[in-house]
């Protein structure tokens, strides 16, 4: 599997950012992990994460013919970038949309994803762990009956 993981805008922050909603960890602590899950599945990965609604198309299309698999965590963009959402349907990638925080039990802009509907799942509320989950369900695409329950070294 040549995996794509995209982070949006704000996401670099995480760990200072509102903490009590996206927790503490930093991103590169997040990406630490998700290297090491893939790592672990011989699943080659590369992360991206942009503020820049353009930066991500761009990043996409680049990135296109290499891979087979996108989870993406769009961010605020998750609510209106038609523009992100018609760049999925074009390179028409297995997607999964990835969120920390529950974005159903939080404001009502949040309820709505215009990205939902090129994706194949969304996973929402996990926290970090929303990342590993995502990739578990592309992989369960490829192998109907892998395991889904995510290893103990990651119940944490
Ligand atoms: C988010 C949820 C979005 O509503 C928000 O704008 C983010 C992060 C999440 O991971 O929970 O930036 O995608």
Sequence with gaps: ?????????????????????????????????????????????????????????????????WADSLVINPGAYTHYSYAIRDAIAAISLPTVEAHLSDIHKREKFRRKSVIGPVCHAQVSGLGWKSYLRAIEILLSRLSPHSPTELPEAYSH
């Design 1 to 65: 599997m040549n995996l794509l993981v995209v982070h949006g805008p704000n996401l670099n922050l995480l760990g200072e950012r509102e903490p009590e909603i996206y927790g503490d960890l930093t991103l590169a602590k997040v990406n630490t992990r998700i290297r090491k899950f893939c790592a672990d599945r011989e699943i080659r990965v590369r992360i991206f994460q942009s503020n820049g609604e353009g930066a991500i198309i761009d990043y996409l299309h680049r990135n296109r013919k």
